[in-house]
């Protein structure tokens, strides 16, 4: 159980096209999603937290306008990469959670490459 | 603001030796501490968890880990490596225990010899 999966798991997209990336959970409702990125070779930064239905909370120095984060249902959240850029590109990876779980469970990641 | 260190970067190992790889934070209150690993081309696993109770705690795949309050560490550990446990080992420390102000260390990388 507690599964999450990410779509696409790589895109290339050219300088100043957007990028949607969905991440679901297959098995269990989400109250809560979150949405990070890797650099290579460096740790996971956590970009944003979105709850169900409301509006998501961006970390300090994310561009909200930039990062566009959507959870319209319980099993679905998306982050689209608006007018991307190279110094975009990254490893993005959603992550999950639930009342009553004690821990949130990851998602493959995309690889995101802008040229 | 919270933060973690990993002081190494890179450790090899050989085969069926054991294995520590440190972790040290720096939180305000009671952390809520965690080991991933993440394997190439594979999300990230959790190893293990601690919230509080035991100050050992054992997670899966035969790992281990101490917090140790006064050192502000949560060191991870196991007695055999195996060839398998080759990636990328992250520690973690968090407001909660699903990801509110989660902030990943910067890892470690673990390669085994035959």
């Known amino acids: 159980g507690a599964v999450v999966s990410q779509h696409p798991s790589r895109v290339i997209c050219k300088s100043g096209t957007s990028v949607k990336i969905e991440c679901r959970s297959l098995?269990?409702?989400?109250?809560?999603m979150f949405w990070y990125r890797q650099f290579p070779k460096k740790s996971l930064m956590l970009m944003a937290t979105?709850?169900?239905?409301?509006?998501?909370?961006?970390e300090q120095g994310v561009e909200k306008d930039k990062f566009l984060i959507n959870h319209a249902s319980l099993t679905l959240s998306t982050l689209t990469v608006t007018s991307a850029h190279p110094e975009d590109s990254s490893f993005y990876i959603c992550?999950?959670?639930?009342?009553?779980?004690?821990?949130?469970?990851f998602g493959p990641g995309t690889r995101l490459t802008v040229l | 603001a919270q933060s973690v260190t990993q002081p190494d970067i890179h450790i090899t190992v050989s085969e069926g030796a054991s294995l520590e790889l440190r972790c040290n934070y720096s939180?305000?209150?009671?952390?809520?501490l965690f080991w991933y690993v993440q394997s190439p081309g594979q999300g990230l696993q959790l190893l293990l968890k601690?919230?509080?109770?035991?100050?050992l705690v054992q997670g899966i795949k035969g790992f281990e880990a101490e917090f140790k309050r006064s050192q502000s560490s949560f060191n991870l550990r196991k007695p055999s490596v195996h060839w398998s446990d080759a990636a990328e080992y992250f520690c973690?420390?968090?407001?909660?225990?699903?990801?509110?102000?989660?902030?990943f260390g910067p890892g470690t990388r673990l390669s085994v010899l035959p």
């Open positions: 992550s999950a959670s639930h009342q009553g779980a004690n821990e949130q469970f």
């Open positions: 098995d269990f409702q989400a109250t809560t």
């Open positions: 979105s709850n169900e239905g409301s509006k998501a909370t961006y």
């Open positions: 939180y305000g209150a009671t952390p809520y």
């Open positions: 601690y919230f509080s109770g035991d100050t």
């Open positions: 973690a420390v968090g407001a909660s225990h699903y990801g509110q102000n989660f902030v």
